[in-house]
């Protein structure tokens, strides 16, 4: 073979890869920080949220002439009085359930023994018949019942520490959408060439756009969805800040698809035991609650969203019961959005296409 003058190409040594057993040590030790830190991460992760809802409107503001400094603070101060403004309307009839609750169970109770009556009864038949068959004595075994007397200082140091988790969100939302760009800025100046910055430039700006869109979408929805239940519940004759109440928790809750629901209709049911004294008109609230969310669920968000942004409803589920379980409500409302941003960088990294594909 003819010398070309060069000498012989050097074979490419292969990647060294991780075992199965590293992985999965890697896996729990990034489950178990989660979990542990979660003090120090969900608010920096609500500040995010918060702060990608805010990022289209005051992108909007800054075509107005407008700062992006003085637009944040418009926006942060915006979002601060609404919030104050319903949680104003809604804390008096949120209060008065809590104390009519204890007392309308006894009403509630004669209602659901109505409507479980046929299946409580096949089960104790059901229950008889295996004890008869087994020969065991139909005697209730004896239960001991423990009670925990809670100390009273845990709940004087839980509320500081709460309100400053809240103060804690609303500094970080702020510095997010003011200095989050130039935070990018100059995390991208790291990078070593000019076509790695182009392209990380390009890549961040349509996530951060796309999932912002996505956001403050999927948050214009949900106020839809709990203006529309607040005004149906008004129809039937439930007083206004009462059906403010339970539109806000209907909002709420759909940020957690499938499980928010739910809880939300299970809400309902007893809502409307407690509100009407006859059957169907107890049913309605749940029924309306049930319609509204179909429509939602099924035609409204695909169609606004697309495809895009479609999720695979058993992903979805997995990702409900991981971030819940680390998280607790908290993770259930922030499981969506994480999995739509894990997604969207999948899907603009070379060599990732299929990983999103998996999502979906």
């Known amino acids: 073979m003819a010398d070309n003058g060069e000498g012989p190409a050097?074979?490419?040594?292969?990647?060294?890869?991780?075992?199965?057993?590293?992985?999965?040590?890697?896996?729990?030790?990034?489950?178990?920080?989660?979990?542990?830190?979660?003090?120090?991460i969900l608010p920096v992760l609500l500040a995010m949220f918060f702060a990608l809802v805010g990022n289209p409107i005051i992108r909007g503001l800054q075509k107005l002439f407008i700062p992006r400094f003085l637009g944040a603070v418009l926006v942060l101060v915006g979002g601060l009085a609404a919030a104050g403004a319903l949680g104003n309307q809604l804390i008096e009839p949120a209060g008065e359930w809590v104390r009519q609750v204890p007392?309308?169970?006894?009403?509630?109770?004669?209602?659901?023994?109505?409507?479980?009556?046929?299946?409580?009864d096949a089960n104790k038949a059901a229950q008889n018949i295996a004890r008869a068959a087994g020969g065991e004595s139909t005697g209730k075994p004896v239960q001991v019942i423990r009670t925990e007397l809670n100390e009273p200082y845990k709940a004087l140091t839980a509320t500081p520490r709460r309100v400053a988790s809240v103060l804690a969100v609303v500094l970080l939302t702020f510095f997010f959408m003011v200095y989050g760009e130039s935070l990018?800025?100059?995390?991208?100046?790291?990078?070593?060439?000019?076509?790695?910055?182009k392209l990380t430039v390009d890549i961040l700006h349509s996530i951060e756009r796309e999932i912002s869109r996505y956001v403050?979408?999927?948050?214009?929805?949900?106020i839809?969805?709990?203006?529309?239940?607040?005004g149906a519940l008004y129809w039937l004759g439930v007083p206004l800040q009462e059906a403010l109440l339970w539109g806000t928790m209907a909002a709420?809750?759909?940020?957690?698809?499938?499980?928010?629901?739910?809880?939300?209709?299970?809400?309902?049911?007893?809502?409307?035991?407690?509100?009407?004294?006859?059957?169907?008109?107890?049913?309605?609230?749940?029924?309306?609650?049930?319609?509204?969310?179909?429509i939602e669920g099924q035609i409204v968000t695909p169609i606004v969203l697309g495809r895009r942004m479609r999720l695979s409803p058993l992903v979805l589920i997995l990702a409900l019961m991981l971030f819940g379980w680390l998280w607790g409500i908290i993770g259930l409302l922030?499981?969506?959005?994480?999995?739509?941003?894990?997604?969207?960088?999948?899907?603009?990294?070379?060599?990732?296409?299929?990983?999103?594909r998996l999502l979906e």
Request: with cysteine.
């Open 224 to 230: 839809a969805v709990g203006l529309a239940l607040s």
């Open 334 to 356: 922030l499981a969506v959005p994480l999995l739509v941003c894990v997604k969207l960088v999948l899907d603009r990294i070379e060599g990732m296409g299929g990983w999103a």
């Open 103 to 120: 007392r309308e169970m006894k009403s509630i109770a004669p209602k659901l023994r109505d409507l479980t009556k046929p299946m409580l």
């Open 252 to 294: 709420i809750l759909n940020f957690a698809p499938y499980v928010g629901p739910l809880i939300g209709i299970v809400i309902m049911l007893l809502m409307g035991f407690v509100a009407f004294d006859q059957l169907l008109p107890s049913l309605l609230p749940a029924g309306i609650y049930l319609v509204l969310h179909t």
């Open 216 to 222: 403050l979408t999927i948050t214009l929805i949900n």
């Open 10 to 40: 050097s074979p490419s040594l292969p990647r060294p890869r991780s075992s199965s057993a590293a992985v999965v040590l890697a896996t729990l030790a990034v489950g178990y920080t989660l979990w542990a830190a979660q003090e120090l």
């Open 184 to 197: 990018q800025r100059n995390a991208i100046a790291l990078l070593p060439t000019r076509q790695q910055k």
